[in-house]
């Protein structure tokens, strides 16, 4: 599930140095598992922005980024100075076969690194690295928590409004809708060839 609580920044490189004004968005490694690990369970614990319930495992996570890597999906993280504050990544949006040109992103930021553009930056390179991978659709999964930060973010790079489906989740004593955009990588189509 999307979700991206920051405001907007122009994307930086990954050969941007690592400063507090221009992070360091680059390909994730296995020792920056960690970092991600404890970025994501703030949201599950403390949040109704993932309907995950349990933090993943460093064992979950590992699989998770030897998976996305093995399919060709980007795995990024936003670094400054020497501290992963944030990540993203496009997996698969369904498991079925004919999904397989479709993905849903993921952008989360360590709690307090919000605000600063750093979404903005993950989300813009994510984008860049998918269509290169062969990506045709991209899918935001974003809860409506009451706040418009994530979808204002997708907003901002082109997602478009696709859908609502209305209390699918029930966390912390609350039923939550989930907002659906969508992202087309255009005129990439044609290119693709069953496989």
Same mark, same amino acid.
Request: charged residues 20%.
């Given at each position: 599930?999307?979700?991206?609580? /920051? /405001?907007?920044? *122009?994307?930086?490189?990954?050969?941007?140095?690592?400063?507090? *004004?221009?992070?360091?968005?680059?390909?994730?490694?296995?020792?920056?598992?960690?970092? @991600?690990?404890?970025?994501?369970?703030?949201? @599950?614990?403390?949040?109704?922005?993932?309907? %995950?319930?349990?933090?993943? $495992?460093?064992?979950?996570?590992? &699989?998770? =980024? #030897?998976e996305l890597s093995g399919r060709g999906l980007p795995?990024?993280?936003?670094?400054?100075?020497? #501290?992963?504050?944030?990540?993203?990544?496009?997996?698969?949006?369904?498991?079925?076969?004919?999904?397989?040109?479709?993905? #849903?992103? *993921?952008?989360?930021?360590?709690?307090?690194?919000?605000?600063?553009?750093?979404? /903005?930056?993950?989300?813009?390179?994510?984008?860049?690295?998918c269509g290169p991978a062969g990506v045709? !659709?991209?899918?935001?999964?974003?809860? %409506?928590?009451?706040?418009?930060? $994530?979808?204002?973010?997708?907003? &901002?790079?082109? =997602?478009?409004?696709?859908?609502?489906?209305?209390?699918?989740?029930?966390?912390?004593? &609350?039923?939550?809708?989930?907002?659906?955009? !969508?992202? $087309? =990588?255009?005129?990439? !189509? #044609? %290119?693709?060839?069953?496989?």
């Amino acid at each position: 599930m999307s979700s991206s609580p /920051s /405001s907007p920044s *122009s994307a930086s490189s990954a050969s941007s140095p690592p400063t507090s *004004s221009a992070p360091c968005i680059r390909p994730a490694a296995l020792a920056d598992l960690a970092a @991600v690990a404890d970025i994501y369970a703030h949201y @599950v614990t403390d949040t109704v922005v993932t309907f %995950d319930q349990t933090p993943p $495992s460093a064992d979950d996570w590992r &699989r998770r =980024f #030897e998976e996305l890597s093995g399919r060709g999906l980007p795995f990024l993280v936003a670094e400054l100075g020497t #501290e992963i504050a944030g990540y993203a990544y496009a997996g698969p949006w369904r498991p079925k076969p004919a999904y397989r040109y479709t993905v #849903e992103d *993921s952008v989360y930021l360590a709690p307090d690194r919000t605000g600063r553009g750093l979404g /903005s930056a993950l989300l813009a390179r994510l984008l860049r690295e998918c269509g290169p991978a062969g990506v045709q !659709q991209m899918v935001a999964v974003i809860a %409506d928590t009451g706040s418009d930060a $994530s979808a204002a973010l997708h907003r &901002r790079h082109g =997602f478009t409004p696709a859908g609502r489906l209305t209390a699918v989740g029930r966390k912390h004593g &609350r039923w939550v809708d989930t907002v659906l955009m !969508q992202y $087309s =990588f255009e005129g990439t !189509q #044609e %290119d693709v060839h069953d496989r």
